[in-house]
């Protein structure tokens, strides 16, 4: 009697044309990542999403645009920190605020918000410095089911005490309690902290730039763009940046070597934060 599950080679190289699916059609690039994370990954998307094969997601990824939202869901970390970094917010807290507080009115952009953690952790240090309410938050992400949790502001009661020592390290002027209610082993952030917040669907790959921006803080997600999706993404915040206007990139994304590099200067170098330039 033969066995007709795929083989775990022929499953390996559904796999590999899977991945090349995904960087032919839509230029994100995990080729060279670990194959043993990327499969654990993969398999749980193909059971999760009913799949029977990882031939039949590449085909649903080729012809159903909703599919990669779906995907990057399991192949990206959707799990991020409040004040992840604490330096950099120290940074923004200490380096950008100022320069904000002279604008009557500010945008703030959080580019790939993930679940909200950053887009928090961004309300309660402008609530602080007094700038929340005369700024209005971008809130976007290519995942529809990241953007409702975002919307929710609820966490787990067991990840409270790192958002809490990264709200101190930060230079936090309140306590991290002071903005949310506990209940039943979850925290649920305050209502008013979304009050001047609009989430949006949107595309780094394949949507235009919208607004002007004082701030764009977009971490830890060029990561996974090849070098072509990195120079569209920086264009994009170049050219949704008003002149002066500051960018935020994560700890291993840098502008060095990016065709946009010149339009920006270090501003805090060691937090990558970059400014727009004037000319």
Request: proline letters at 3%.
């Amino acid at each position: 009697m033969t066995d007709t599950a795929p083989s775990e080679k022929t499953e390996d190289i559904e796999i590999r044309l899977l991945l090349e699916a995904l960087y032919t059609r839509y230029h994100y690039d995990f080729r060279n990542y670990a194959m043993a994370s990327i499969k654990r990954r993969l398999k749980q998307g193909r059971e999760q999403l009913g799949f029977p094969t990882f031939s039949a997601m590449q085909e649903s990824l080729l012809h159903d645009p909703a599919m990669l939202g779906r995907l990057l869901r399991y192949l990206t970390v959707q799990v991020s920190e409040m004040f992840r970094d604490p330096s950099y917010f120290k940074a923004i807290r200490d380096k950008v605020v100022p320069h904000l507080r002279t604008y009557p009115s500010l945008k703030v952009w959080i580019a790939g918000c993930s679940r909200g953690e950053e887009l928090y952790s961004l309300v309660i240090l402008f609530r602080e410095e007094g700038l929340e309410d005369r700024t209005l938050f971008y809130a976007t992400d290519i995942s529809q089911d990241a953007l409702q949790a975002a919307e929710a502001g609820i966490f787990t009661m067991d990840r409270i005490p790192l958002f809490t020592e990264n709200h101190r390290k930060s230079g936090g002027k309140s306590s991290l309690s002071d903005y949310y209610q506990a209940a039943y082993g979850r925290v649920s952030f305050d209502k008013s902290l979304r009050r001047n917040v609009v989430f949006s669907d949107h595309s780094l790959v394949t949507d235009a730039v919208f607004g002007e921006m004082n701030l764009i803080s977009c971490r830890n997600v060029l990561i996974y763009f090849d070098r072509a999706l990195q120079d569209r993404a920086l264009g994009l915040f170049k050219e949704s940046l008003a002149r002066k206007g500051f960018l935020g990139l994560g700890a291993k994304e840098s502008l060095r070597f990016s065709n946009q590099g010149g339009a920006f200067t270090d501003f805090v170098r060691e937090e990558k934060i970059y400014q727009r330039r004037a000319d």
